[in-house]
């Protein structure tokens, strides 16, 4: 009972009291606009909950779906925003026509249907290939994090046609609608709200399913599961894929929020700091991985304007000191101080 | 025939581990493999159900070759495996433990759409009341005794309903009174299923040793016989812990 | 072949002699007068090599007085001091009482207004004057730019300027157009043939591109042309491969002298060390410290000992520092790999933030002279003296470590603990000291490899980051906590990564290295050269 309470108060904070707040102009559009953010990263931290936390699997790739689906829906707008002439930065790379692989993004609906089919598909293979040959634990997270850095050269470069360094921005409209418009910007962090909280329920009902616990039987035991007939590889494989895919979700909000999408957003920097925020919040518990993103992300604005060369210090210390003294993250570390001890799953 | 084995070998960096010309069980027979350290009793084990890969030899198992076969498909024709390190999910309760291993359909879709009905629960209540965990079904399986986890590991080899049950070392940690109800169990078990155990404790294996026991030594079969048989031979005796086997003397 | 250009010079002299007089008065006129058209015309027409480079500093708006004589700067040498070169009627670099380059302030130098219209005129010459530029890169271009041109005398200018050429490249270059010209222009068919011989034997980079087109033309030994061109393209691909496969060796020497500690670390510790480019970073700037501390404070005047004692130190530091973080932060996570892999991960962050903010973006180490430079095997294959070193170094560190694992007590303990730490606790091995002791070493390690890195390239707090990744790779290639396995999947990547790279882009190379690597990884999941048994399954 008192739990419903808890999501009650998040969901009305930020749902009801925020809002408000920008509207009686207590809260600029601007503190609104990055909890949008926030709760695109906090999408993302539920699918690398659910392939570490409850899997154990360290996949260090999940900021390259990401941008994924951030870099999808920009190529739309930006397409919308150029209209009939091509996007500047091509004119700029002396690019003659649209390349082909940016064709399909023209229609929304190709658009949004694309940047969930790709980051899936590529996720299947990848995944494949790892698991089939049964690479798991420390060769994974290499593997992965070797992935994630070529891919992101991969982005760096101008040949890609993706805007290279700079990466893709000025886009000015999302369905006709104008990004610079308050209520556009009130919209989409509250899309933003209302995905995480679905995302949440999914991941909910996923973890409490049997499924859940065949996941969590794979991050104890695999051999054991095995054995027990169940073919652990499809097991991971599914898992591999939603959580790219949850990845790709919060990339597709994310990108009209803040207006662009660089390579920076995957590198391999990215990807462990994703990664971070599942442990920081604490790491087999959906509450963990949203208040990990949140948290991590709220304390790096206000470190970046208060103390603006300490942050990657703060960073480091967070790393360090909760790996080795609270490995069950800020949720355990409540659980503990409120010494309610509830079975973990 | 419910299993049988020819011309087996695996070496593991030069040093054969196995290599076993013959080897067949019956249905519903139990058979006691015993033998010293390093006999390759677990590596049998480990390529029957297809942890480990032979360098050569055939296993059949109801006349279905299943060399090459990957773990699940083997475990799903019906060969469970207790290891001799207990192996169970220490993260989750002993019901899920239980009920994941229960037999049914084990694909992703069933998983996730899945709701126990009461003929399962009931069940898993049954192989409980059997293993003695009735009372720590809501615990977390990592919190039980060696013992415990023991049962619990059988219990989810039991719920798995295999045809055939590959048991290793189960008594390894267990009181006598706790041994003793383990070999109950295990003969109870063998009315229905085929089963292999392993096993040190020779009066564990004089309890549950009703048909044959076969005595690896350096991954080759020594000798084959009844309890009594084995007890008397000499071979077995010099090669059983050297000359002085206190164990097999004193019965 | 040398009497034509002498007798050319010869001619050239005699006659400037005769207008030496006129031309000196045109250059005052230059330097002095505010009415300068009519000089530089003057000088444009009579295209005096002499008067080469005063021109050629006119066109680069770097002419100045210094000492009422004109002079242009040449390399900078600190942050607003240059050397200068006087122009005429002499081009020299300047030099002081001791024999030294002359180094001034560039507010020292009166400059000398040009006109833009002025500049123009000199535009007919331009490809001739190009010649005469104090930078052999650009006098390189220049003879690259002749072939096509149509300027006139361009091949008494060419033989003149080669006549006056210093660096063996720019002469190499030169000749090769030289021939050229010469070969097309040519109608006797013996002096066609003495051409191709020439172009041939001179190695230039564009020899068999001149050589195919006589080829192709119906002039004779047209045929002959063409089998020195192939020929000499066989030898240039060859020697590109030989290239190619160094480029492999020095890079994949560099891999195996960072996977080497890491693996050691992890295969016995299960510590995936994250920080361990860090170590390199740190060793980098152990270097860079004594060098300043030497040369900047102490007021020592820099040898290339500094180096050498660079190396000892870069282990030592970097070794005592892995040591601290050892025991710091480490030693709570042996055989939690993925643990130890965020938590360092956090060092990292923070040795980069601390680096940055005491040193700086970008520093530099001065190379030793013994390693500048590189050994020319042939005009076009040369191997540069630091990449050797650095392959050099790999192969004493290996032997080395082969020599403490195999050949120590402490290496003896090292494998047992990492073969099966709880036994070896049991024998009396003292797992923790040798964790410690092997975490000293496998930075200690990183830190030398720092301190190598120094020889190509700058030292930035972030330059651990570039490798990490790839040695790791490396790791899992080879098989973890093997030093056969680390050096052959070093060598691998580094020869693979080299060879893909000449085909695609760098990017793409990498992109491939890393799919192959994974289908690898489909036949052997462990790598290259797993542990085998029962103990070592899961």
Same mark, same amino acid.
């Given at each position: 009972m008192e739990k419903k309470i808890y999501y009650l108060l998040f969901i009305a904070f930020f749902a009801l009291l925020l809002p408000a707040g920008h509207l009686m102009g207590w809260v600029s559009i601007n503190t609104i606009s990055l909890w949008g953010r926030y709760f695109c990263f906090a999408i993302a931290a539920l699918g690398i909950d659910l392939i570490w936390g409850y899997t154990g699997i360290l996949s260090m790739c999940q900021a390259f779906f990401f941008c994924l689906g951030s870099y999808g829906i920009a190529m739309h707008m930006l397409l919308k925003t150029s209209g009939s002439a091509l996007p500047e930065f091509m004119v700029w790379n002396k690019v003659e026509s649209l390349p082909f692989f940016w064709v399909p993004f023209q229609s929304f609906g190709l658009t949004l249907v694309l940047c969930l089919v790709i980051p899936s598909l590529l996720a299947f293979v990848i995944g494949y290939v790892l698991f089939r040959s049964r690479i798991k634990g420390v060769y994974m997270a290499i593997i992965t994090q070797a992935l994630a850095l070529a891919m992101w050269l991969l982005f760096l470069r101008n040949e890609t046609g993706l805007g290279g360094t700079n990466g893709l921005t000025d886009f000015k409209t999302l369905l006709g609608l104008p990004l610079s418009n308050t209520y556009?910007?009130?919209?989409?962090?509250?899309?933003?709200?209302?995905?995480?909280?679905v995302a949440y329920f999914a991941c909910y009902q996923i973890t409490h399913s049997k499924f859940g616990k065949v996941l969590q039987a794979i991050r104890d035991s695999e051999s054991r599961v095995s054995f027990t007939a169940y073919k652990v590889m499809d097991y991971k494989l599914a898992v591999f894929v939603v959580a790219a895919l949850l990845a790709a979700i919060g990339g597709m909000l994310y990108a009209p929020q803040t207006g662009i999408i660089t390579p920076g957003r995957m590198d391999v920097k990215a990807s462990v700091e994703m990664v971070m925020w599942v442990a920081l919040g604490g790491r087999g518990k959906l509450k963990g991985a949203v208040a990990g993103a949140l948290l991590v992300n709220f304390l790096y604005s206000i470190c970046t304007s208060l103390f603006p060369d300490s942050w990657l210090y703060i960073l480091g210390f967070l790393f360090v000191i909760t790996v080795l003294f609270f490995d069950k993250g800020f949720v355990g570390l409540m659980d503990n101080l409120t010494k309610r001890k509830e079975p973990c799953y | 025939m419910l299993l049988s084995v020819n011309n087996l070998a695996v070496s593991f960096g030069g040093v054969q581990a196995l290599s076993l010309s013959h080897f067949s069980l019956q249905p519903q027979e139990l058979r006691v493999i015993i033998g010293p350290n390093g006999a390759g009793k677990s590596t049998f084990l480990d390529i029957i159900c297809g942890r480990t890969k032979p360098d050569t030899g055939e296993v059949y198992f109801n006349d279905r070759a299943i060399m090459g076969m990957t773990e699940v498909s083997i475990a799903r024709l019906g060969i469970g495996r207790k290891f001799q390190q207990p192996s169970v999910f220490p993260g989750l309760t002993v019901y899920d433990n239980?009920?994941?291993?229960? @037999?049914?359909?084990?694909?992703?879709?069933?998983?996730?759409?899945? *709701?126990?009905? %009461?003929?399962? @629960?009931?069940?898993?209540?049954?192989?409980?009341?059997?293993?003695?965990?009735? *009372?720590?079904?809501?615990?977390?399986?990592?919190?039980?005794?060696?013992g415990q986890k023991q049962w619990l590991e059988i219990g989810i080899v039991v719920l798995q309903d295999p045809k055939l049950l590959l048991i290793d070392e189960p008594a390894a940690g267990m009181s006598d009174e706790e041994t003793y109800k383990t070999g109950e169990l295990l003969l109870e078990l063998s009315n229905n299923h085929g089963i292999i155990v392993i096993e040190h404790d020779m009066k564990f294996v004089q309890q549950i040793a009703r048909e044959r026991v076969t005595v690896l030594e350096r991954g080759k079969l020594l000798?084959?016989?009844?309890?009594?048989?084995?007890?008397?031979?000499?071979?077995?005796?010099?090669?059983?812990?050297?000359?002085?086997?206190?164990?097999l003397e004193n019965l | 072949m040398k009497n034509m250009l002498i007798a050319a010079l010869v001619l050239w002299t005699q006659w400037a002699m005769a207008a030496t007089d006129s031309t000196t008065i045109f250059v005052s006129q230059i330097l002095h007068d505010s009415e300068k058209t009519y000089a530089i015309q003057q000088l444009v027409a009579r295209q005096d090599p002499q008067t080469f480079a005063l021109l050629n500093a006119i066109n680069n708006k770097k002419l100045y007085l210094f000492n009422n004589e004109a002079v242009t700067t040449g390399e900078k040498n600190g942050t607003s001091s240059y050397e200068i070169y006087s122009l005429y009627p002499k081009n020299e670099l300047l030099v002081n009482k001791n024999g030294q380059p002359l180094h001034t302030s560039i507010d020292a130098l009166t400059v000398v207004e040009i006109s833009r219209a002025d500049r123009l005129l000199l535009n007919g010459i331009l490809p001739i004057l190009e010649l005469f530029s104090p930078e052999p890169a650009k006098r390189m271009l220049a003879y690259g730019q002749l072939k096509d041109s149509h300027a006139p005398h361009r091949i008494e200018m060419l033989q003149v300027a080669l006549a006056r050429e210093t660096n063996t490249d720019a002469l190499r270059a030169g000749k090769d157009i030289l021939y050229a010209i010469q070969l097309n222009t040519t109608t006797d068919a013996q002096t066609a043939k003495r051409y191709i011989d020439s172009l041939a034997e001179n190695w230039g980079d564009n020899a068999p591109v001149f050589l195919s087109a006589y080829a192709k033309s119906k002039k004779?030994?047209?045929?002959y042309a063409g089998q020195k061109a192939s020929s000499l393209e066989r030898k240039y691909d060859y020697l590109q491969k030989v $290239?190619?496969?160094?480029?492999g060796l020095s890079l994949g020497s560099i891999l195996i002298l960072i996977a080497l500690g890491l693996s050691i670390v992890y295969g016995l510790a299960g510590i995936i060390n994250m920080a361990h480019g860090e170590f390199l970073m740190i060793g980098a700037y152990t270097t860079y410290c004594i060098q300043t501390l030497f040369t900047e404070v102490l007021k020592v005047p820099y040898t290339d000992l500094l180096f050498i004692i660079s190396l000892p130190l870069s282990f030592l530091v970097a070794g005592l520092l892995g040591l601290l973080l050892e025991r710091l932060?480490?030693?709570?996570?042996?055989?939690?790999?993925?643990?130890?892999?965020?938590?360092t991960w956090g060092v990292s962050l923070i040795l980069i933030q601390t680096a940055r903010s005491l040193f700086g973006d970008l520093t530099a180490v001065k190379t030793p002279a013994f390693l500048s430079g590189g050994l020319a095997v042939s005009p076009h294959l040369v191997l540069p003296y630091n990449r050797i070193f650095i392959i050099g170094l790999t192969a004493l560190i290996v032997l080395l470590t082969y020599l403490m694992l195999?050949?120590?007590?402490?290496?003896? $303990?090292?494998?047992?603990?990492? $073969?099966?730490?709880?036994?070896?606790?049991?024998l009396g091995i003292d797992t923790k000291k040798v964790a410690a002791l092997t975490f000293f070493f496998g930075s200690g390690l990183a830190g030398i490899a720092g301190c190598a890195m120094t020889l190509i390239g700058n030292v930035v707090p972030d330059m651990g980051q570039t490798y990490i990744v790839d040695s790791f790779l490396v790791v899992v290639t080879g098989g973890v906590g093997k030093i056969v396995g680390t050096i052959v999947s070093g060598l691998g990547i580094g020869f693979f990564t080299k060879i893909l790279e000449a085909f695609f882009q760098a990017v793409y190379g990498k992109v491939c290295i890393l799919l192959f690597i994974m289908l690898f990884? %489909?036949? *052997?999941?462990?790598?290259?050269?797993?542990? *085998?048994?029962?103990?070592?399954e899961d």
């Open positions: 556009v910007k009130l919209g989409l962090y509250l899309m933003s709200l209302l995905l995480l909280c | 239980l009920l994941l291993a229960a @037999k049914m359909k084990k694909d992703i879709l069933s998983s996730l759409f899945f *709701k126990p009905s %009461q003929l399962l @629960k009931a069940r898993i209540h049954e192989v409980a009341e059997k293993i003695g965990l009735t *009372k720590v079904l809501s615990s977390i399986a990592g919190a039980l005794s060696h000798v084959e016989g009844s309890f009594n048989d084995i007890r008397n031979d000499q071979r077995v005796i010099d090669c059983y812990l050297g000359r002085n086997n206190t164990q | 004779p030994f047209a045929d $290239q190619n496969l160094f480029s932060v480490v030693r709570h996570l042996y055989a939690r790999p993925l643990e130890s892999l965020l938590a195999y050949k120590t007590r402490i290496g003896l $303990q090292i494998r047992a603990v990492t $073969q099966n730490r709880n036994m070896s606790a049991c990884m %489909q036949y *052997k999941p462990k790598g290259l050269f797993p542990y *085998k048994g029962r103990l070592a």
